[in-house]
């Protein structure tokens, strides 16, 4: 995923699979559920990296995490 339009596209495939149950229960048991499963579908090498050890909790904002993991997806998978 080279550019923001492409990383959208897929980022609404992914909602739209999790919302379809393809990604099971727990990714539609809440928002930030829902935007873990989001994360690790649109790149689950940089989920891994960035956020599998410690994954977004309700109401967090992470402003520092959400930019590496940016970087990540426009670096890694070019």
Same mark, same amino acid.
């Not at 550019?3 to 048991?29: F, H, M, P, T």
């Given at each position: ?12 495939? $992914?909602? &739209?699979?999790?919302?379809? /149950?393809?990604? /099971? ?11 873990? $499963? &989001?994360?690790?579908?649109?790149? @689950?090498?940089? +989920?891994?990296?960035? +956020?599998? =050890?410690? @994954?977004?909790?309700? /109401? ?5 995490? =959400?930019?590496? +993991?940016?970087? $990540?997806?426009? =670096?890694?998978?070019?």
């Amino acid at each position: 995923m080279r550019n923001d339009s492409e990383i959208r596209d897929k980022r609404n495939v $992914c909602y &739209a699979d999790i919302e379809s /149950g393809l990604w /099971g229960w727990q990714c539609k048991s809440s928002i930030i559920a829902k935007e873990n $499963c &989001a994360l690790r579908c649109l790149s @689950p090498s940089c +989920y891994e990296l960035i +956020y599998e =050890s410690d @994954p977004l909790e309700e /109401g967090e904002k992470d402003f520092v995490r =959400s930019q590496e +993991y940016k970087y $990540c997806m426009h =670096s890694a998978e070019k």
